[in-house]
């Protein structure tokens, strides 16, 4: 086993006993991550939602549905490691809004505390994929609005895409141009690193 792997695995068993947030949490922690030293593809979300907690597994709901649909991949290739890494700005189910309507906004320091760690171990990163505002705004310089990260993705290195969850139905209606015009060019991109 390699030295990277080797302190990979350090670091997820840190991630998995990771209790920094547990007396703001409405669940135990379950930190839900998936990564792997050679994965080539990362996808940076937003937060494990409540189903996903349940299942432990990321993006095991209807947006997870729509993500790989969105994507042209399959389950099996999704849910694995060599290929996708999933890496969310937080990693455990942060509970609902206060407002009701969806989720609480991840906390910061799930981020500051293990993002850079574990990006310095997945070196075999040929396409980062942030999905919606929370991402967008932590690694998109000078960002000014969901629609404009996305018009302007590299999609040969970074691609910005909304939170595939169907609370965004809507914003797709009026943005059809998001599924005719970008999502083919995220699909050529993915076909052409996973070469199917």
Same mark, same amino acid.
């Given at each position: ?91 455990? =189910?942060?509970? @609902? %809004? ?10 910061? &320091?799930? $981020?500051?505390?293990?993002? !850079? ?16 505002? =929370?991402?967008? @705004? %932590? ?10 990260? &996305?018009? $302007?993705?590299?999609?040969? !290195? ?39």
């Amino acid at each position: 086993m390699s030295e990277t792997n080797i302190q990979l695995i350090k670091k997820l068993e840190n991630v998995s006993a990771c209790q920094l947030c547990a007396n703001k949490l409405p669940l135990p922690p379950n930190p839900i991550v998936q990564i792997h030293s050679q994965a080539q593809i990362l996808i940076i979300g937003q937060a494990p939602g409540l189903q996903t907690h349940q299942r432990n597994l990321p993006f095991k709901d209807q947006s997870g549905d729509r993500l790989r649909d969105w994507l042209g991949v399959n389950e099996q290739q999704f849910y694995n490691p060599e290929l996708f890494a999933i890496m969310p700005m937080a990693f455990c =189910y942060p509970g @609902k %809004a206060k407002s009701g309507s969806g989720d609480a906004p991840p906390p910061k &320091i799930c $981020q500051q505390t293990w993002h !850079n760690t574990l990006r310095t171990n997945m070196t075999n990163i040929k396409l980062t994929i942030l999905i919606g505002s =929370y991402a967008a @705004k %932590a690694y998109v310089e000078n960002y000014h609005s969901l629609n404009v990260a &996305i018009i $302007q993705s590299d999609i040969t !290195n970074t691609v910005v895409l909304p939170h595939p969850s169907p609370r965004n139905n809507i914003w797709l209606k009026k943005n059809d141009w998001f599924e005719t015009k970008t999502l083919p060019k995220v699909r050529q991109r993915l076909s052409e690193i996973l070469d199917v």
